[in-house]
């Protein structure tokens, strides 16, 4: 069977309704026919009452794209009419840092269950060059009966959202776009070029396509990594590393990143889904490997530099009590997956500490589920107590408004992690 070039308005399903998906349907359904499926049906009620309570769009996009007739459900017979199924999972690693594809297997099969002759399904999720014919196709094949790029077809488009980052959305993103055959790739990149601002880059197959998207996070985590360790000789220098950055960038091809944690589940994760597929080819990746260690062992790293930090002020870390600002992994964005501030947090309770969280970005209940612990998401709740040091660890804007030292004790600390506190603040900075 020939791909169906009769679907000129196509009918989409997005499957997963997290940052990315829920963008994504929202952009498709100004002008498609969109219906989203997601596995918590809690989240989908929300989306359906207009309730985004994972911060994901700007006001008023969701409210659009209900009023444009948007439906959320977590019935697969819901979707079962549609004709593309566009798949926006997650793809984690497991506890050895291997790539998990179970979410994408999960919602490969399920759109099996439904998949009919003339369909397209287009994956967005990161995964390795090679897994979406690999690991997916065959799911497809498997659950429907159908017969890859003769009954069904598939395509791949990277997801390349940034949470928290309201200035560029998906619509304004320019999109990489391939096929399992070129008239597959047409049809993606028509599909997508109709709702975008942006333009479109057709890779030649979808392996390219796959690649592209984890060497743009892996390039990413490297930068970071070596900043990171240059922020260690700075600091055995006693030199401020930012103002190192901000000299040296100056320079027109300086790409001016800043120390810090490398969290969520995007650059702290992605680099490992090609360092699995070296292996399996018996290729060594010294550089993006090394670059990992550097950047998971930033939160030690920080430790270290706090104890000694409270030692400068005649202190010592067990039994001090320590605040620190943000849990999520990154700033003004509500996403505690994959956050280093954990790791900050368990090391310090490993040396004797007392330690505080505070982020009124997050809620409560999903970090004590997720994490079994309890954080403070009030400035009321920390009001009344006095920290030894606070630390930075997450630069949400609403903490610019806050009156740190209040929160000092005497001959108290303050930790900049992200080096945007005023410089007569902060004692030090990563």
Known sequence: MAMNEEVLTPKIAILGLGYVGLPLACMFSGKYRVTGLDINPARVDDLNRGID???????????????????CTSSLDDISDCNVYIVTVPTPVDCYNRPDLQPLLDASEKIGKVLKPGDTVIYESTVYPGATE??????????????????????????????????????????IVSGSTPAT????????????????????????AEAAKILENTQRDVE???????????????IDTNDVIEAASTKWNFQKLHPGLVGGHCIGVDPYYLIHKAQVH???????????????GMSRYVVQRAASLLAGKGKIIRGANVLLLGFTFKENCRDIRNTKVFDIYNDLKEE?????????????ANVKNTYDIDISTSEDEIS????????????????????????????GAIYDLKGNLNRKLADERL
Do not use: W
């Not at 598939?154 to 980052?165: C, F, K, L, Q």
């Not at 070029?193 to 057709?202: C, E, I, K, M, Y």
């Not at 018996?282 to 998971?296: C, Q, Y």
């Not at 107590?385 to 903490?399: A, E, G, T």
């Open 53 to 71: 309570s994972n911060g994901d769009l700007t006001p008023g996009l969701l409210a659009a794209a209900l009023g444009n007739g948007m439906k």
């Open 134 to 175: 690999e690991e997916c196709v065959p799911v497809l094949e498997r659950a429907s009966g159908l017969t890859f790029n003769h009954d069904f077809f598939v395509g791949y488009s990277p997801e390349r959202v940034n949470p928290g980052e309201y200035t560029r959305p998906v619509h304004k993103i320019c999109k």
């Open 185 to 208: 790739a047409d049809f993606v990149e028509r599909l997508y070029g109709s709702v975008l601002d942006a333009h479109t880059h057709r890779a030649p197959s979808i392996k390219v």
């Open 224 to 238: 970071i990594a070596l900043i990171n360790e240059a922020a260690k000789v700075f600091n055995a220098l006693g």
């Open 282 to 296: 018996g290729v060594r990746t010294p550089l993006m490997t090394e670059a990992r260690s550097i950047n998971d």
């Open 352 to 364: 004797g500490a007392e330690v505080d969280i505070f982020d009124p970005n997050v809620d409560k």
């Open 384 to 411: 009344e107590k006095n920290y030894d040091l606070i630390i930075q660890c997450v630069c949400h804007s609403v903490f610019n408004d806050m009156d740190l030292k209040k929160y000092l004790r005497k001959g």
